[in-house]
């Protein structure tokens, strides 16, 4: 299995304030990415990263941030959580190659009151 | 613009029958990959699955596999002998060459019945 966690798992939160989810892989691989699944929906990309410090938008952006210091850790921010980011996010993490096949992290489920 | 498609939502079948998962899929590009995930009741996202765009050879793994027709633009998975352990959500998904992203269908939740 890929080495992937993320973190917290659980949290649940209060409108209005900033969350911050964390997704370490031990694998050095290049691609790092952000998504979200609601029911009906299925995954939706919301930010990923190609290297240190380059990111880019996912169709889903809006309300999100993210930042890659390293080359293990992606860090997505909800700057104002509201109650439409309750959801279950996911990290993947692929190879250098663009198309390779992603490997996925456990999710956190976040719920915001 | 790229797109997936899992018409079926939601399918069940008895223990030991034969199930397929239908993909349909556009896109301008004439390179391209294909992918099937696996979503068990326990959450997690498996990879089961790549093929690319030039690759039209069924794939076969154990029970498992797959259909790839580039002329109805369809990439459908097949489930033989199904089994309880089967059950979850499997989701379709398609990457452009060149494009940083992959694009999921909103996916198929199998049930298993015993």
């Known amino acids: 299995d890929a080495g992937i966690t993320q973190s917290p798992r659980h949290k649940v939160t209060e409108t209005g304030t900033p969350v911050t989810l964390r997704c370490h892989q031990t694998e050095n691989h290049r691609y790092m990415y952000w998504y979200r699944q609601d029911p009906g929906h299925g995954l939706r990309l919301i930010h990923y990263s190609y290297g240190v410090k380059d990111t880019d938008k996912g169709e889903v952006s809006d309300g999100y941030s993210v930042s890659r210091s390293k080359t293990e850790d992606f860090l997505l921010t909800l700057e104002s959580a509201t109650s439409s980011q309750t959801s279950v996010y996911f990290c993947?993490?692929?190879?250098?190659?663009?198309?390779?096949?992603?490997?996925f992290g456990p999710g956190t489920r976040l719920t915001v009151t | 613009a790229q797109k997936v498609t899992q018409a079926q939502t939601e399918i069940s079948v008895v223990e030991k029958e034969d199930v397929t998962l239908d993909c349909v899929y556009e896109?301008?590009?004439?390179?391209?990959?294909l992918f099937w995930y696996k979503q068990p009741p326990s959450g997690e996202l498996v990879f089961l699955i790549r093929?690319?765009?030039?690759?039209?050879q069924n794939e076969i793994s154990g029970r498992y596999s797959w259909n790839f027709q580039k002329s109805t633009s369809s990439f459908n998975f097949t489930i033989t002998a199904s089994q309880v352990v089967d059950s979850a959500v499997y989701f379709c998904?398609?990457?452009?060459?060149?494009?940083?992203?992959?694009?999921f269908g909103k996916g198929t939740r199998l049930h298993i019945l015993p």
């Open positions: 993947a993490i692929s190879e250098s190659e663009r198309e390779a096949e992603q490997y």
């Open positions: 998904a398609l990457s452009e060459v060149g494009d940083d992203k992959i694009i």
């Open positions: 093929r690319n765009s030039f690759d039209e």
């Open positions: 896109t301008r590009d004439t390179t391209y990959y």
